[in-house]
């Protein structure tokens, strides 16, 4: 319960940068969680816009945590004690990596003031080789990282048991 007055009260302060009024859904969780079997495990798992935990929890246990919202930082390392939780910005972080890694990404682009910055941080990464396959979910329709340079992108699904509806999204 904890976790959903987080979020809302997060959304009320900050509704661009949480993206919707509820946290995502197990439905959607499960989508992005079989959108990522095949990757290969010895390569670092990261998560941006971790938020509460809703994508989090069907992540394996290996993955890297990234949330930039300081009081879900709190929840999540509460909620998933074993796991590597950094407090910081994926932006920043995009443009630091020097290994190639796996995304999952929850940040919202729709309406979010530095979507244009975390599209140009993910396709300068993306240029490096440095992305080896990237996971994430838009409420719109179209291709939400279409031009960041990856080869391949596809839509997986929608997950319409999810408030509100989103499409599964998987680039490489």
Do not use: H
């Amino acid at each position: 319960m904890l976790g959903i007055y987080k979020f809302l009260s997060s959304y009320i302060n900050n509704p661009e940068a949480v993206g919707s009024l509820v946290p995502s859904s197990s439905f959607l969780g499960k989508e992005i969680a079989s959108g990522i079997k095949n990757f290969n495990p010895e390569t670092v798992l990261l998560e941006f816009g971790a938020g509460t935990g809703a994508i989090t929890k069907y992540l394996p246990e290996n993955t890297v945590s990234v949330e930039v919202n300081k009081d879900f930082v709190l929840l999540l390392n509460k909620k998933f004690p074993d796991r590597k939780i950094i407090d910081g910005n994926a932006i920043q972080l995009l443009l630091e990596i020097k290994e190639p890694v796996n995304i999952i990404s929850s940040i919202p682009l729709i309406n979010n003031p530095f979507a244009r910055e975390f599209r140009e941080a993910i396709n300068k990464a993306n240029s490096k080789n440095l992305i080896k396959n990237l996971v994430t979910f838009s409420y719109g329709y179209n291709s939400p990282l279409s031009n960041c340079g990856f080869e391949r992108g596809v839509r997986l699904k929608t997950v319409f048991f999810n408030i509100p509806p989103a499409s599964v999204w998987k680039y490489w």
